[in-house]
T-cell receptor, first 110, second 118 residues
Framework: DAKTTQPPSMDCAEGRAANLPCNHS???????VYWYRQIHSQGPQYIIH???NNETNEMASLIITEDRKSSTLILPHATLRDTAVYYC???????????FGKGTMLLVSP | GAVVSQHPSRVICKSGTSVKIECRSL??????MFWYRQFPKQSLMLMAT?????????EQGVEKDKFLINHASLTLSTLTVTSAHPEDSSFYIC??????????????FGPGTRLTVL
């Protein structure tokens, strides 16, 4: 599975949009981009995933560039409860598992 | 999202004893379950992958005789830490990927079990 690069930390003001970038320049055509987050002392929570089209659900939006070498997770109105480590993971569909990197620590402040 | 539960959420045991952790997928049938371990300030590390009814596949460096995994049904997997030692103290997290009732490719995670070995 392709490797991803994320900034180690980001800050966001409560109520503002949080835009978390992820670089996956070696992604191959059949690999999906997954986003999870982990709030302190909890298991990871699935957020969203996509292949090449932009995706939106009740939690977030995922914007994937046309060349698929990078993506951005958008939390439209960040709240204090969105403070967590966010993981961007590239994975083949099928039988491969998720490999976690260091992620981005997002701190949402009042 | 899908619900995966773990029990217990926290356990403290004496060195040399064995500890069993249960992982259940509550609203879907999980054809594949995974066990991860997370040490403080580190990311999750995959320990093993198990398919229902089959032996688990362990990652390099994980002792299969020490970390016994049983995946006897489509909704239950157990991890037994045998002869636990203080260095086994960690946050153990299970994950399930489903075949029936859920998107088959998405992994859902349990809340984790904090193991402390004295």
């Amino acid at each position: 599975d392709a490797k991803t690069t994320q900034p180690p930390s980001m800050d966001c003001a409560e109520g503002r949009a949080a835009n978390l970038p992820c670089n996956h320049s070696t992604i191959s055509g059949n690999e999906y981009v997954y986003w999870y987050r982990q709030i302190h002392s909890q298991g990871p929570q699935y957020i969203i995933h996509g292949l090449k089209n932009n995706e939106t659900n009740e939690m977030a939006s995922l914007i994937i560039t046309e060349d698929r070498k990078s993506s951005t997770l958008i939390l439209p109105h960040a709240t204090l409860r969105d403070t967590a480590v966010y993981y961007c993971i590239v994975r083949n569909s099928g039988y491969s598992t998720l490999t976690f990197g260091k992620g981005t620590m997002l701190l949402v402040s009042p | 999202g899908a619900v995966v539960s773990q029990h217990p959420s926290r356990v403290i045991c004496k060195s040399g004893t064995s500890v069993k952790i249960e992982c259940r997928s509550l609203d879907f049938q999980a054809t594949t379950m995974f066990w991860y371990r997370q040490f403080p300030k580190q990311s999750l590390m995959l320990m093993a992958t198990s398919n229902e009814g089959s032996k688990a596949t362990y990652e390099q460096g994980v002792e299969k005789d020490k970390f016994l995994i049983n995946h006897a049904s489509l909704t239950l997997s157990t991890l037994t830490v045998t002869s636990a030692h203080p260095e086994d103290s960690s946050f153990y997290i299970c994950s399930a990927r489903g075949g029936i009732g859920r998107d088959t490719d998405t992994q859902y995670f349990g809340p984790g079990t904090r193991l402390t070995v004295l």
